[in-house]
């Protein structure tokens, strides 16, 4: 069985900081790259961060030197640290693994700013 599990989302002002996690298991995590991704409503999902399994990582302009993405391969973690948060920050983040044509996907983290 896959799972990847997402925490650390919840509320916090404009210019604040969160740290999302995703803990993995059913996969050698280790070989894997890893994503964050977003979805706002009515919108597609979009890649926020992705890091390969070699540590290579890559981010959509609007993140841009706010936003890190890293790994800890020891706890099967990849994380999400954002900074500088602004309210159009404010979605729901998913986890994201490969699957040969397809995606594993978390459940989600509710991350919401306030102005």
């Known amino acids: 069985q896959v799972q990847l599990v997402e925490s650390g989302g919840g509320l916090v002002q404009a210019g604040g900081s969160l740290r999302l996690s995703c803990t993995t298991s059913g996969i050698i995590f280790r070989i894997y790259a890893m994503g964050w991704y977003r979805q706002a409503p009515g919108k597609q999902r979009e890649l926020v961060a992705a890091?390969?399994?070699?540590?290579?990582?890559n981010y959509v302009d609007s993140v841009k030197g706010r936003f890190t993405i890293s790994r800890d391969n020891a706890k099967n973690t990849v994380y999400l640290q954002m900074n500088s948060l602004k309210p159009e920050d404010t979605v729901v983040y998913y986890c994201?693994?490969?699957?040969?044509?397809?995606?594993?996907w978390g459940q989600g983290t509710q991350v919401t700013v306030s102005s």
């Open positions: 994201n693994a490969p699957k040969g044509w397809d995606n594993y």
């Open positions: 890091i390969t399994s070699d540590g290579t990582t």
